[in-house]
């Protein structure tokens, strides 16, 4: 019953959610950041990383650093992170956690699958993937040759299995169909997830519906303006977009029939949630947008931590962290590359 | 006059036949059980609340432990005030003669005694319940921001006033419990 959690939910949550609390408070601030945009090499960035709860793991890399070690290394933070807790976790809890890692699964399929239609080694993209969304026999993937194949032979023991129904063709893989598959599984997982925690109940499901309602509206309109002006018809676009979210279902009507940026501004313009993103940028513009959803979406995932006793704050750290390990990476690279003007370009404080 | 209006009211409805039927010491001594253990079913909850967020929280920040184990001793202090109250109630009761058992005045004392464990057990029930809670959540607060614990606990002070009103409220109906003399 909604408002009534605080009475059961220490049972079996309690110690985690502190635990993930305690991860919260080891994030990034704006001074770590600020640090950090000053380094001038790598060196730099492995010391004032070393404060911080990465230290750990950077303390044994030899110099000289690359940008990618540093990335691997605080993605396997998060990966220690999220074992830890999934060991400890009981239902539901610990399909909650699973459900995260499924988003990560589905990118590092459509990795493989691509690489392979590309003639890389398996070995070599086996190292590219991200290692939440690692499962066992994954690297039979190379042998598909078709979606039928690939379900059949690979897919059909992973816990993807179910979201394969609306994409099983016989058509070859090649770099549209497997874009076109990459969405509709997404879709479909983010269908799976909203219901899972529509049947969780409570606050839960209350901020999860929240957080996954705009990660929806935000696919729908970054395949909206990715797929202006390619071959993708009307029909094929509205069955990429997912079943919840603000935008459904008038807003697909209106995003299915636009053509180029400023009818998408003209169609988010009506949400009033959404308004203030656009209203960052000038007409015309669409670079500065994925920075303007990084924002917003982080400001979203902080609140749900105003609240006690649900299971969103697992989701929210996660994808808080993985923010942090993007803007990581983009320091680096401007550190490396010399480019320290562009560094704040790219950067999302997250406190 | 007394012993016709209870006869009048035995006839008038089956149930009410039953519950005067009732001996006092029956409703006396569920009160003393519901005292203790509705108590100490409130302390235990309100323990177990606050003792698994403090556990999670202080890995990460060891320095909250010693401070937010006082969220664990108000928690214990309510099932204490059960224990006090039901050994005041049971020194509440009196044997009295086989004649009198029935009679208005022992229905009378039992029937405070029933309604002082009532109130003690329940009060203390929702206290136990809000002082965990919140202990809790003082756990959390402080592990971030040490400056939070005092605020917070002054909510719990006014959380743990609750059992307290309780027991006041118990002991006076308690004090009504006067059993018929044995003359």
Known sequence: MYGFEALTFNIHGGYLEAIVRGHRAGLLTTSDYNNLCQCETLDDIKMHLSATEYGPYLQNEPSPLHTTTIVEKCTLKLVDDYKHMLCQATEPLSTFLEYITYGHMIDNVVLIVTGTLHERDVQELLEKCHPLGMFDSIATLAVAQNMRELYRLVLVDTPLAPYFSECITSEDLDDMNIEIMRNTLYKAYLEDFYRFCQKLGGATAEIMSDLLAFEADRRAVNITINSIGTELTRDDRRKLYSNFGLFYPYGHEELAVCEDIDQVRAVMEKYPPYQSIFAKLSYGESQMLDKAFYEEEVKRHCLAFEQQFHYAVFFAYMRLREQEIRNLMWISECVAQNQKSRVHDSVVFIF | ?183
């Open chain 2, 1 to 183: 006059m007394s012993a016709s209006a209870a006869i009048i009211a035995a006839h008038s409805s089956s149930w009410a036949a039953a519950l005067v039927k009732i001996s006092p010491y029956t409703f006396s001594a569920i009160g003393i059980a519901i005292s203790i253990g509705v108590s100490v079913l409130g302390a235990a909850w309100g323990i177990y609340i606050t003792g698994s967020s403090l556990i999670g929280a202080a890995i990460k920040a060891p320095r909250i432990t010693s401070k937010n184990l006082i969220s664990v001793i108000f928690c214990e202090a309510v099932a204490i005030y059960g224990v006090i109250v039901a050994i005041i109630l049971q020194t509440k009761l009196e044997a009295v003669p086989k004649a009198s058992i029935y009679a208005p005045e022992s229905m009378r004392a039992g029937y405070a005694i029933f309604a002082s464990g009532i109130i003690v057990g329940f009060a203390n029930l929702v206290c136990g319940l809000c002082v965990g809670i919140i202990g809790s959540s003082c756990a959390l607060s402080d592990a971030q921001n040490s400056t939070l614990f005092v605020k917070i606990l002054v909510i719990e002070i006014f959380g743990s006033a609750l059992g307290l009103f309780g027991v006041i409220v118990g002991i006076i109906m308690s004090a009504q419990a006067t059993w018929p003399s044995k003359v």
